[in-house]
């Protein structure tokens, strides 16, 4: 339903533009409604600006103080956590970010990381190859209260035929040591181990990297030593 308000405000929109009709407006409440279900990684223009939010979210005008967004996408079923939403960077963004423009994310002013950017193009060569599968790679973790991206996540590459998955994660500097990063692992596992023949997640940290190592274990990986942590899933 969202979907289908969204397609008919926003053409309509361009549709009267490209006739010269300038002064019409899609209605706020309905924009509202559009934001709030397909848009959680969008900020706001402002409590009385949703159809302008719209705009600006899908690229037909500009946030304030902000360039016009090259590139976007919605999510109909953002991976949520508790304060922090995971939205899947798609081959298209990835392309954006890769190429240095911000993957259709409003990033806080330390981002996006270079990790971020690096798995990104990892997706490309995956994509490229044919490796790739939806789901299955990099993504944006958006911080709940503001709607900034904060840092990537995700895998690489998709499970093996054991059921086993390597995962990462990485914060912007001005994001770290408020719980973040446990808690787009624990949301990234509950959604991992919801999809069939995801039975293991693995993740590295070096012996001096004592905040990555304290995540992964709060998060509820296990250390099983040479720098590996593991995440099984329930009854594995």
């Known amino acids: 339903a969202a979907m289908g ?3 008919l405000l926003l053409h309509t929109h361009d549709v009267l533009h490209g006739l ?4 019409w407006r899609g209605e706020d409440p309905a924009a509202a409604l559009v934001l709030d279900r397909l848009f959680p990684h969008v900020p706001r223009s402002g409590p009385d600006a949703p159809w302008e939010t719209l705009l600006a979210a899908t690229g037909r005008a500009a946030f304030p103080g902000l360039p016009r967004r090259r590139t976007w996408r919605w999510y109909g079923d953002p991976v949520v956590g508790t304060g922090v939403v995971l939205c899947e960077i798609s081959p298209s963004l990835a392309g954006d970010l890769a190429d240095g423009g911000t993957g259709g994310f409003t990033w806080t002013a330390d981002g996006p990381p270079e990790g971020t950017r690096a ?7 995956d994509r490229d190859r ?3 599968r939806p789901g299955w790679g990099p993504y944006a973790i958006v911080r709940a209260r503001d709607r900034r991206a904060i840092g990537g996540i995700g895998f690489h590459p998709a499970p093996d ?15 770290r040591g408020c719980g973040h990063a446990t808690e787009a692992l624990r949301a990234l596992a509950r959604w991992a181990f ?11 940290a070096e012996e001096a990297d ?6 992964l274990l709060r998060a509820g990986f296990e250390h099983r030593g040479a720098g590996r942590y593991v995440l099984r899933g329930a009854g594995r």
């Open 130 to 132: 044919g490796a790739h």
């Open 210 to 215: 004592g905040p990555s190592r304290a995540v």
């Open 194 to 204: 919801a999809q069939p023949g995801a039975h293991e997640l693995c993740a590295t």
């Open 161 to 175: 035929a054991e059921g086993r998955v390597e995962t990462g994660c990485e914060l912007v500097p001005s994001a």
């Open 119 to 125: 798995a990104a193009a990892l997706l490309l060569r």
């Open 5 to 7: 308000a969204a397609e």
């Open 20 to 23: 010269g009709v300038t002064h």
